[in-house]
């Protein structure tokens, strides 16, 4: 799908000029279009999935070419990350993207209201500012979790085992859902260090249509990455200390079980000590 920004049909669209440009699961055409129209070589899926630097952030002509892995709300695991294409010039901004993001539903509302025509630097910024406060609500989001299976791990299972060993089903949902954690946990972490990359990168790029007060500006989601990553890894010690915490309920299950076996064994083989130890 081709989405321009301005619309077509707005009052003002017709003596605007297109500044952002997104593809939501582009077609072979759509992309020819964009291509043909404006004079850009878009990457392909295959080339904004690369992980090395060079295929991340990279600049040509003075358009700046930008890709990352992105998470969408995280709920849970069943959709896959998905990579995310900028092509930032001084007149357009176009956006390749394979999944719906909310950050770019919170712009397009956000200048729906206010009418507000930006330029393709600050729709930019703009993305990356929203980017920047979902991958902080989903951490926060992780962190009541983790709170939560903390009561549950070492409360209610650690009280419990005094009482009667938990069950299979509750050990089983228990690591299961340390597990999620830990997968989504990884996504977001992915997403972090990805726009860790492409914000340095367009703040320090050398290029005159870039003002200082946009440079600035950068500085501040860039300063909020870095508190991020420092959660995300505050989280998944939380997590790997949470998984042992399980596997170890498990462990103790499994040798309250044996011991069990080799008492029953036990009097299988000497029936008189067994009948002695009853008595």
Same mark, same amino acid.
């Given at each position: 799908?081709?989405? $321009? *920004? ?7 669209? @017709?003596?605007?000029?297109? &500044? ?17 129209? *404006?004079?850009?070589?878009?990457? @392909?899926?295959? %080339? ?18 930008? /890709?990352?892995? +992105?998470?969408? *709300? ?15 010039? %001084? ?6 993207? *394979? ?23 600050? @729709?930019? +910024? ?17 962190? $009541? ?13 650690? #009280? ?7 069950? /299979? ?27 860790? #990359? ?24 860039? /300063? ?6 420092? &959660? ?18 498990? /462990? ?28």
């Amino acid at each position: 799908m081709l989405t $321009t *920004y301005p619309t077509p049909g707005r009052e003002d669209a @017709t003596a605007s000029k297109v &500044y952002w440009i997104d593809l939501l699961r582009p077609t072979e055409d759509e992309r020819t279009h964009v291509e043909h129209n *404006y004079h850009l070589q878009l990457p @392909t899926r295959e %080339e904004l999935s690369e992980v090395e630097l060079s295929s991340r952030v990279s600049e040509e002509n003075g358009v700046l070419f930008l /890709n990352m892995p +992105t998470v969408t *709300y995280m709920s849970g695991i069943d959709h896959p990350p998905s990579p995310l294409g900028f092509v930032l010039s %001084e007149d357009i901004l176009v956006t390749i993207r *394979y999944t719906e993001l909310r950050a770019f539903e919170s712009v397009v509302k956000k200048c729906a209201k206010d009418g507000a025509q930006l330029t393709s630097l600050e @729709t930019f +910024t703009a993305l990356v500012d929203e980017m920047v406060d979902l991958s902080a609500d989903l951490l926060e989001g992780i962190a $009541t979790e983790m709170d939560a299976m903390s009561r549950r791990v070492f409360s209610q299972l650690g #009280r419990q085992r005094l009482r009667r060993p938990p069950s /299979n089903d509750e050990l089983g949902e228990a690591l299961s859902a340390v597990g999620n954690a830990g997968e989504r946990l990884s996504r977001i972490r992915d997403s972090i260090l990805g726009l860790e #990359r492409i914000v340095p990168y367009v703040a320090g790029a050398e290029l005159n249509w870039i003002p200082q007060e946009t440079r600035i500006h950068l500085a501040t989601p860039r /300063n909020d990455l870095a508190s991020l990553n420092e &959660y995300q890894t505050h989280l998944s010690d939380k997590v790997q200390f949470l998984l042992d915490a399980v596997l170890g309920f498990i /462990n103790i299950k499994q040798s309250d079980i044996f011991q069990v076996l080799t008492v029953i064994s036990s009097s299988e083989s000497h029936p008189l000590w067994w009948r002695a130890c009853m008595e």
